[in-house]
């Protein structure tokens, strides 16, 4: 069966840094695009940042600048590096994808790993 399992969330003071991972496995990870996405209290679900089959990126705005994805395929892992952050961006975050690269909505989530920023 499919599963996408999220690590490395916590709490961290504002102005910190995170790295966020979640490893595949049941897909074709190489055929996948990934992303990350969060949701906090009373709030949207909303796209943090996705990564193509190729390399590609795009990030919400709200996090360009402070926040990295990347992916590695032989290790099946897509990574999130969260740095200089807010504590807006408290939230729990989700792993999630889809097969190629024509952006759609997630065809598997996580679980989700909580992010709490204090100030």
């Known amino acids: 069966q499919v599963q996408l399992v999220e690590s490395g969330g916590g709490l961290v003071q504002a102005g910190g840094s995170l790295r966020l991972s979640c490893a595949a496995s049941g897909i074709i990870f190489s055929i996948n695009t990934m992303a990350w996405y969060r949701q906090a209290p009373g709030k949207q679900r909303e796209l943090v940042s996705r990564?193509?089959?190729?390399?590609?990126?795009n990030y919400a705005d709200s996090v360009k600048g402070r926040f990295t994805i990347s992916r590695d395929n032989a290790k099946n892992t897509v990574y999130l590096q969260m740095n200089s952050l807010k504590p807006e961006d408290s939230a729990v975050y989700y792993c999630?994808?889809?097969?190629?690269?024509?952006?759609?909505?997630?065809?598997?989530w996580g679980q989700g790993t909580q992010l709490t920023v204090s100030s």
């Open positions: 990564i193509t089959i190729g390399g590609n990126t």
């Open positions: 999630a994808c889809h097969r190629w690269d024509r952006a759609r909505d997630p065809e598997y």
